[in-house]
């Protein structure tokens, strides 16, 4: 029974994100596990975790009313990649759920994690949690009703994120602490009371200690990314770091007390390839105070006619052909700030 059963799972997970993967599979049920709504598998999901196989997975045969219930936080091993067949798993703990994280330098390496659905029934402070993880592989998770932060990277680097959702939640994506080259494709950020995203410090959490970068993320890449609903403050908020860029990110639907994207004092070489940037509320669309942030090519809609769409209290650049669709936008410097406008670039500005 259980060797037919890892046969079967072997076979439709052979190949997962294009790696090919033993056909010697744990599978959570085998482990005592019964993926019944109300039961407590903690103790499965550990037990198959640290079996000593490398490729982790649910049952194949995935029901409406499947889930798995926690009540601590698991913990991911180094070199193990983990299926969740898109089976929830979800607990009424505040506990980050899962966590991909590291005690020693050489942090936790390898593997993948795919189709997963973490709940946090609206009490869990972390949906999932990436702590010194390099040379790793998310894809296709959903995270939705977390206390705080849907996804926390916290120094790590060099791993691939593609296809990520979260729903209601505090901050849907938080970076910091020296996270440098990773690569966000295809997701979207939505249903955040604070932030749809923040890059920057975060002193209280384990990454801090490494110092890597003077704390500051860098060189992250973010392509084709939504960050919008919800009641966020600011949309996305670069509070610091260093060459990171954004290509074809929709910034719409927050900004409630705040501009729809900021870029704080120690935001420096950060860059915006054809940013969608939605207004509302009487509020600015960006307001940039770091040193050599750039836009190529943004849109700005959804403000009222004579809006202000960015405020530069540092220095600023902008090229390409900006579109809107209300007329007399501004572009404005203030307080010691500059705008330099790219030579193919004509728009309306109150000062360069």
Known sequence: MVQNRRQTLAGAVAFVGGAAFSPDVAVIEDFGSKVRTGRDDTEAIKSALNSGTRFIAAAPNKKLSDRYSISETIHLPPGVSFD?????????????????????????REGEVNNLIIDGGRRASCGLYV????????????V????????????GQNNLFENLNTEDCQVALRLC???????????????????NIILGRSPELGGARWKMFDNHPCQNTFERIIAEYGRAEIVVDVDSG??????????SGGGRSGPSLRLGKESSLNHFDRPYVGGGGGHTGVLQEGFGNSFDTPI???????????????????????HWKASNLQLKPEGGGRIMLGQDTDVPSSGK
Request: aromatic share 8%; glycine share 10%.
């Open 144 to 155: 939705r009703g977390v206390s705080g932060d849907a996804i926390i990277v916290d120094a």
């Open 84 to 108: 969740g067949r898109n089976i929830p798993i979800s607990t009424k703990e505040p506990i980050r759920v899962l966590s991909v994280d590291a005690d020693e330098a050489h942090g936790n």
């Open 300 to 322: 700005f809609e959804g403000f009222a006619n004579g809006s202000t769409v960015l405020v530069s209290r540092g220095q600023t650049r902008v090229s390409g052909f900006p």
């Open 131 to 142: 702590g010194l993880a390099v040379h790793r592989t998310f894809r296709n998770i959903t």
């Open 242 to 251: 260093r060459f990171n860029s954004f290509r074809d990110i929709v910034i």
């Open 177 to 195: 602490n020296g996270a440098a080259n990773n690569l966000f494709v295809r997701c979207s950020f939505s249903d955040a009371s604070l932030r």
